[in-house]
């Protein structure tokens, strides 16, 4: 949910004449490029961290790293380094990751699909999701 409202936001702004980069871009460079940006968004998608991985590793393995996969890797990176920060940042930003979860549950309720781990603000247990975040992607 959240993912698909990043890629949709992103391609939002970049209409605006004064923040389109991809101006010069031909038509089926721009669709490629679109592709590309909207394949970097879904790679942040937590449900595709161990895919992403065992891609990654495949690359390292083989020494077949395309561009694409080390520009999902360098956005993924960035969206999971949070624990790594000094602790008032890692703490101010743990809560802002919270309220954007909360808000992924939120929707998730309201389309009555399954609730996601850590999303439901009915449940809300922050230090237990740090450790499991940590324990599970970080690691």
Do not use: C
């Not at 603000?121 to 499991?132: F, K, S, T, V």
């Amino acid at each position: 949910v959240v993912e698909n409202y990043s890629a949709a936001f992103l391609f939002r702004i970049l209409r605006k004449k004064e923040n389109n980069i991809f101006a010069r871009l031909n038509e089926d460079d721009m669709k490629k490029m679109k592709a590309r940006l909207i394949e970097m968004i879904m790679d942040t998608d937590a449900a595709h961290h161990y895919n992403l991985m065992n891609r990654f590793q495949l690359g390292l393995d083989t020494k077949k790293l395309s561009r694409g996969l080390l520009s999902s890797m360098i956005l993924h990176v960035s969206d999971v380094s949070n624990p790594t920060r000094p602790g008032p940042i890692a703490r101010e930003w743990a809560y802002v990751v919270q309220t954007e979860f909360f808000r992924q549950g939120d929707k998730e309720k309201e389309l009555r699909l399954k609730k996601s781990p850590f999303m439901d603000r009915d449940d809300e247990n922050l230090p237990q999701m740090q450790i499991a975040f940590i324990d599970a992607v970080v690691q």
